[in-house]
């Protein structure tokens, strides 16, 4: 009795739509307050536009014309500041404007789909609240090395060239203040970027849970039907998540493409002053949009991937079915072809099968695998049904979209070749290269 009204107790929450202080979602907002982009109040707004004026506009612009350095040492200048401070700045506009429409408009249990978690499984639900109280890990595995290396190039600049950097007053306070300040900044716009790719990337483990918890229908006995209404169901889900995010997912592979391609070109000069301490800050930059960039399409792909590997796991279903139905109807007299004195099973199974399944690595599951169904979950549905469902997963294709552009690896592939096409372009008419 206790454990049935605590598994009802846990259900009960999922079913809000509107959130409170002391919800699952406490620590998480804790987070979002302390990073300055928590907006669930007025004060808190406030503070969330005022720090991000500050320090994603306001302190890079002054950085740039204020602390350019012209008369500095050949170590000490900064060709490239414009291109870093401008691709910084544009990536974490970017998120934030978009973070900010999502909370406003649906709320950060809507944003996060835990109000539609109350029609999920005890094993969707509590696997997704595990990963959301690992995702401020995450986020701090991507943040973290880069402001280190940050910190470690600014102390060093700030230190060596104090005599050479311009200042107002006192030198020593004068670039305690142009340090932390910059620092602050750099670690606000790196922050607020790789939030919002961990928070797509959140949401779309939630849609490979339910696949995975979805492809178990075909384990068991279940009405073509009910199939149908569920996978209508995960295709909608997809397309809300594609509608939300469609517009940041565009931007970001703009603004990284273009920045990456600011980036060749400055470096690719013929009086281009290239090394670590010119370029080690651009080289850093570089680093840390494209890891943004590549978690946004891994987690887009992935689900895409998984959402169309239920085709696979249908017609894998409706072969076996279909199978097992001639083998049960075939006359006990019928004589079987023999082989070597061994009579050929229809399903072979055996130790192979153990072996070869640990080379298969993370990606075997649910829904990516090469396992046979059991014939018994499929003797009650006749075979025009199975057929229909078949056909109907292979015309109906779900997945991550931007705009109407499926993102599968067949995009990827086109993405990266006309990238690189546009790289080889760019390099012969820079440096001759062809």
């Known amino acids: 009795m206790g454990d049935e009204g605590e598994r009802l107790l846990r259900k009960n929450k999922f079913q809000r739509s509107v959130s409170y202080a002391q919800d699952e979602l406490q620590s998480f907002r804790s987070w979002l307050r302390w990073m300055c982009v ?23 612009v002054m950085s740039h014309f204020l602390l350019a350095c012209s008369s500095c040492d050949a170590k000490h200048r900064r060709p490239y500041d414009s291109v870093v401070q401008l691709s910084l700045s544009s990536v974490a506009v970017l998120s934030f404007l978009c973070l900010s429409r999502c909370i406003r408009d649906y709320g950060l249990r809507r944003f996060l789909f835990f109000d539609k978690l109350r029609d999920e499984s005890e094993m969707v639900r509590k696997n997704y609240t595990d990963q959301l109280n690992r995702s401020m890990k995450i986020l701090s ?7 280190a290396a940050e910190a470690t190039y600014k102390i060093w600049w700030y230190s060596s060239g104090r005599s050479r950097i311009p200042f107002l007053g006192n030198v020593y306070v004068s670039d305690v203040i142009a340090c932390v300040l910059e620092l602050c900044s750099w670690l606000y ?49 997809l397309q809300i998540i594609s509608h939300r995010n469609r517009v940041f997912i565009l931007y970001s592979l703009m603004i990284v493409t273009a920045s990456q391609f600011a980036s060749l070109l400055s470096t690719t000069r013929s009086r281009a002053d290239v090394n670590i301490f010119t370029a080690g800050e651009l080289a850093l930059c570089s680093m840390t949009l494209v890891a943004g960039l590549l978690v946004l399409l891994r987690s887009a792909t992935k689900i895409t991937h998984k959402a169309q590997a239920i085709t696979c796991i249908a017609a894998k279903w409706h072969v076996c079915a ?34 070869d399944g640990s080379e298969a690595g993370d990606e075997d599951d649910d829904v990516d695998n090469t396992r046979l169904i059991p014939a018994y979950a499929n003797s009650t549905i006749s075979f025009h049904k199975r057929q229909a469902l078949v056909i109907y997963f292979e015309n109906n294709r779900a997945g991550i979209s931007v705009y109407g552009f499926m993102l599968d690896r067949t995009s990827l592939n086109t993405i990266f070749m006309i990238e690189m096409s546009l790289v080889l372009w760019l390099l012969g008419k820079t440096i001759g290269f062809s």
Request: aromatic share 10%; hydrophobic share 45%; with cysteine.
């Open 189 to 237: 716009r790196t922050s607020v970027f790789f939030l919002m790719c961990v928070l797509f990337r959140l949401i779309c483990h939630l849609q490979i849970l339910r696949l995975q918890d979805f492809a178990r229908v075909f384990q068991v006995g279940s009405d073509v039907e009910a199939v149908l209404k569920e996978h209508l169901r995960i295709r909608r889900h």
């Open 322 to 355: 279909t199978i097992d139905s001639f083998e049960s109807n075939d006359p006990a007299d019928t004589p079987r072809i023999q082989i070597g004195g061994v009579t050929p099973r229809p399903f072979p199974s055996g130790a192979n099968d153990e072996s």
């Open 38 to 60: 928590d907006q669930s109040t007025i004060s808190t707004a406030c503070l969330s536009w005022s720090v991000f004026f500050l320090l994603a506009i306001a302190v890079p």
């Open 141 to 147: 595995l991507f943040v973290l090395p880069c402001f």
